[in-house]
């Protein structure tokens, strides 16, 4: 391949922080109106690469002399690491173009969708406003958002997910950059959206013959976006290939635990397979979990009264009414919803964003009032229990709720947040023995009694969703709701807190109510699958019936979206 063929060459980038080494000899190129794929784990320096390239490092960041990154710029080769600021201000936003993982922190909250596009637009092309606000709302129409004139004039508050990560595409390709930087644009959207925006890349590269450099630790995106991948693993480059190669033929233990990490469709393990699995055991086989084996189990569950039964609930929310004007529901949220959970299973709740999920959750648990509907738990219809009987009904049901950043005080110890509850339910005789109860609980979600005295800020991702989980454990609860628990978390710790949630199902006879967006993750946990959109129940039955079957167009929209390797 012949050197002018290349839009950027990455050689011997290594980077630490202080006496730590954190990006080790990084070697890769970016060939014109190619799309390289990094993949790796939170921690394997995919990012850090990525702003590396942008000149966007943390300060104390110290980038080794030997490290050059090259970049064709008038049609020769230049280091932007010996750029001076302004000059590696022309060629950022301008040729090299970036969107960011989480769209709502990266755009200002303060200022209108529109006029935070339109001012790159002025800063890099030297437009007037009236000429910048043309080739904004042209830019909107490219990114196929509905009604540009509208989202011009919208706050990032009044758009969905996916309506902010389009406007953010439509910042990033402003300036017809010759190399697109995607940090994880689709790990925050719905399976539907995820596919509309990877579509929209596809044609947006054709179309204005971009490279792009697209990070993510899914690897069905990177198969279904990428000719070329790059596998890395704690700051090194494990693997690297074309797409065929890396899918079908890995020859490192770390990219066959990655690509084996994610549910498969076709068939069930009894336990996901995990990156270290392979690391420990190069011929790791799984176990097949068998349609007889889960048939038998059904038998079992479903030969006992329900746990939960849930009666024609309806959550409706509703504008304020003024002047004598009736009240109107603005929002049906939950629409005329039934269904039966039985001990010992776990009910998947699957949707996209807005369609009821979580509001359903939190009516069940009441933590918002229902609008109409019974809801059975024990036999017992809870939206008639008074307020001290809904605080004891607290302990046997818990939830462990989607963020694991955001979902624990970041001025407590573990100890506090685990034994908080414990206290406030009266649960142990002394502080003594709720400590004690606290320790064994972090033991039995892989971590160490010696983390009770750390903060939450002290763990990873996947290790502060663990205390999420004990925490809700703490109060031996019978019925546990998990919340999107684990979509934020890397798909080889997601494997071991799905394996977690099943083991500790089976130890303590837990039932679930599993909500997710993943409708691979949904199936693999589920055992009967509840199917919603805009507050109606699409389908419910068998989860294999639901993949295999599917009954309504949505559900199979939703099927058909799932990013396949």
Same mark, same amino acid.
């Given at each position: 391949?012949?050197?002018?063929?290349?839009?950027?060459?990455?050689?011997?980038?290594?980077?630490?922080?202080?006496?730590? +080494?954190?990006?080790?000899?990084?070697?890769?190129?970016?060939?014109?109106?190619?799309?390289?794929?990094?993949?790796?784990?939170?921690? !394997?320096?995919?990012?850090?690469?990525?702003?590396?390239?942008?000149?966007?490092?943390?300060?104390?960041?110290?980038?080794?002399?030997?490290?050059?990154?090259?970049? &064709?710029?008038?049609?020769? =080769?230049?280091?932007?690491?010996?750029?001076?600021?302004?000059?590696?201000?022309?060629?950022?936003?301008?040729?090299?173009?970036?969107?960011?993982?989480?769209? =709502?922190?990266?755009?200002?909250?303060?200022? $209108?969708?529109?006029?935070?596009?339109?001012?790159?637009?002025?800063?890099?092309?030297?437009?007037?406003?009236?000429?910048?606000?043309?080739?904004? #709302?042209?830019?909107?129409?490219?990114?196929?958002?509905?009604?540009?004139?509208? #989202?011009?004039?919208?706050?990032?508050?009044?758009?969905?997910?996916?309506?902010?990560?389009?406007? =953010?595409?439509?910042?990033?390709?402003?300036? %017809?950059?010759?190399?697109? #930087?995607?940090? %994880?644009?689709?790990?925050?959207?719905?399976?539907?959206?995820?596919?509309?925006?990877?579509?929209? *890349? +596809?044609?947006?590269?054709?179309?204005?013959?971009? !490279?792009?450099?697209?990070?993510?630790?899914?690897?069905?995106?990177?198969?279904?976006?990428?000719?070329?991948?790059?596998?890395?693993?704690?700051?090194?480059?494990?693997?690297?290939?074309?797409?065929?190669?890396?899918?079908?033929?890995?020859?490192?233990?770390?990219?066959?635990?990655?690509?084996?990490? $994610?549910?498969?469709?076709?068939?069930?393990?009894?336990?996901?397979?995990?990156?270290?699995?392979? *690391?420990?055991? /190069?011929?790791?086989?799984?176990?097949?979990? @068998?349609?007889?084996?889960?048939?038998?189990?059904?038998?079992?569950?479903? !030969?006992?009264?329900?746990?939960?039964?849930?009666?024609?609930?309806?959550?409706?929310?509703? !504008?304020?009414?003024?002047?004598?004007?009736?009240?109107?529901?603005?929002? +049906?949220?939950?629409?005329?919803?039934?269904?039966?959970?039985? /001990?010992?299973? @776990?009910?998947?709740?699957?949707?996209?964003?807005?369609?009821?999920?979580?509001?359903?959750?939190?009516?069940?648990?009441?933590?918002?009032?229902?609008?109409?509907?019974?809801?059975?738990?024990?036999?017992?219809?809870?939206?008639?229990?008074?307020?001290?009987? #809904? &605080?004891?009904?607290?302990?046997?049901?818990?939830?462990?709720?989607?963020?694991?950043?955001?979902?624990?005080? /970041?001025?407590?110890?573990?100890?506090?947040?685990?034994?908080?509850?414990?206290?406030?339910?009266?649960?142990?005789?002394?502080?003594?023995?709720?400590?004690?109860?606290?320790?064994?609980?972090?033991?039995?979600?892989?971590?160490?009694?010696?983390?009770?005295?750390?903060? /939450?800020?002290?763990?990873?991702?996947?290790? &502060?969703? &663990?205390?999420?989980?004990?925490?809700?454990?703490?109060?031996?609860?019978?019925?546990?709701?998990?919340?999107?628990?684990?979509?934020?978390?890397?798909?080889?710790?997601?494997?071991?807190?799905?394996?977690?949630?099943?083991?500790?199902?089976?130890?303590?006879?837990?039932?679930?109510?599993?909500?997710?967006?993943?409708?691979?993750?949904?199936?693999?946990m589920s055992d009967q699958l509840l199917v919603m959109q805009h507050g109606e129940m699409k389908e419910l039955d068998d989860a294999d019936e639901v993949y295999l079957h599917p009954k309504t167009s949505y559900t199979k929209e939703l099927i058909e979206a799932i990013p396949k390797i």
């Amino acid at each position: 391949m012949q050197n002018l063929d290349y839009i950027i060459q990455v050689k011997n980038l290594s980077i630490s922080f202080g006496e730590k +080494k954190v990006l080790n000899s990084i070697n890769f190129n970016v060939i014109k109106g190619e799309t390289l794929g990094i993949v790796g784990e939170s921690g !394997s320096g995919k990012s850090l690469t990525s702003l590396a390239i942008m000149g966007l490092l943390n300060p104390l960041a110290k980038i080794h002399k030997e490290s050059e990154i090259l970049f &064709r710029h008038n049609n020769k =080769m230049i280091d932007l690491l010996k750029l001076s600021k302004t000059e590696l201000e022309e060629i950022r936003g301008n040729e090299i173009g970036m969107i960011f993982q989480e769209p =709502m922190t990266s755009l200002n909250p303060s200022i $209108r969708c529109g006029e935070q596009v339109a001012e790159a637009v002025r800063l890099h092309l030297k437009l007037s406003k009236k000429d910048a606000e043309k080739k904004v #709302i042209s830019l909107f129409k490219q990114v196929k958002l509905p009604n540009p004139q509208r #989202i011009y004039n919208a706050f990032p508050h009044e758009l969905s997910g996916g309506q902010k990560q389009r406007v =953010m595409i439509a910042m990033a390709i402003s300036c %017809e950059p010759k190399l697109l #930087i995607a940090d %994880e644009p689709t790990t925050a959207l719905d399976v539907t959206v995820q596919k509309a925006t990877l579509d929209l *890349l +596809k044609d947006l590269q054709k179309s204005h013959n971009m !490279s792009v450099l697209f990070i993510s630790h899914d690897l069905g995106v990177i198969a279904n976006i990428c000719e070329e991948v790059l596998v890395m693993f704690r700051g090194n480059v494990v693997e690297q290939g074309n797409v065929d190669t890396i899918f079908n033929h890995p020859k490192e233990n770390y990219t066959k635990g990655l690509i084996a990490c $994610r549910p498969r469709l076709d068939e069930r393990t009894i336990r996901l397979p995990t990156v270290k699995d392979y *690391l420990e055991n /190069p011929d790791f086989k799984t176990k097949i979990y @068998t349609s007889e084996a889960r048939t038998k189990f059904h038998e079992k569950i479903y !030969s006992s009264a329900p746990i939960l039964e849930v009666k024609n609930l309806k959550k409706y929310f509703y !504008s304020s009414a003024f002047f004598g004007e009736s009240s109107m529901p603005s929002v +049906k949220a939950v629409d005329d919803i039934s269904f039966k959970v039985y /001990p010992g299973e @776990t009910m998947g709740l699957v949707g996209e964003s807005g369609s009821g999920k979580t509001t359903l959750s939190r009516t069940v648990l009441l933590l918002e009032k229902p609008t109409e509907g019974e809801i059975y738990f024990n036999g017992i219809d809870i939206t008639k229990l008074k307020k001290e009987e #809904i &605080r004891k009904l607290r302990r046997e049901i818990q939830i462990i709720f989607q963020d694991p950043y955001s979902s624990l005080n /970041p001025r407590q110890t573990v100890a506090q947040i685990i034994t908080e509850p414990m206290e406030v339910h009266k649960i142990g005789n002394s502080k003594k023995e709720r400590l004690n109860k606290a320790s064994d609980l972090l033991e039995k979600v892989g971590l160490s009694a010696l983390d009770l005295r750390k903060y /939450p800020h002290e763990f990873s991702g996947g290790q &502060r969703q &663990r205390i999420g989980i004990a925490r809700a454990l703490a109060l031996n609860p019978k019925f546990i709701i998990c919340d999107e628990s684990v979509s934020a978390l890397d798909v080889s710790v997601q494997a071991q807190v799905l394996n977690l949630l099943n083991d500790l199902k089976s130890e303590f006879g837990f039932t679930y109510i599993f909500i997710s967006h993943d409708l691979a993750v949904v199936k693999y946990m589920s055992d009967q699958l509840l199917v919603m959109q805009h507050g109606e129940m699409k389908e419910l039955d068998d989860a294999d019936e639901v993949y295999l079957h599917p009954k309504t167009s949505y559900t199979k929209e939703l099927i058909e979206a799932i990013p396949k390797i």
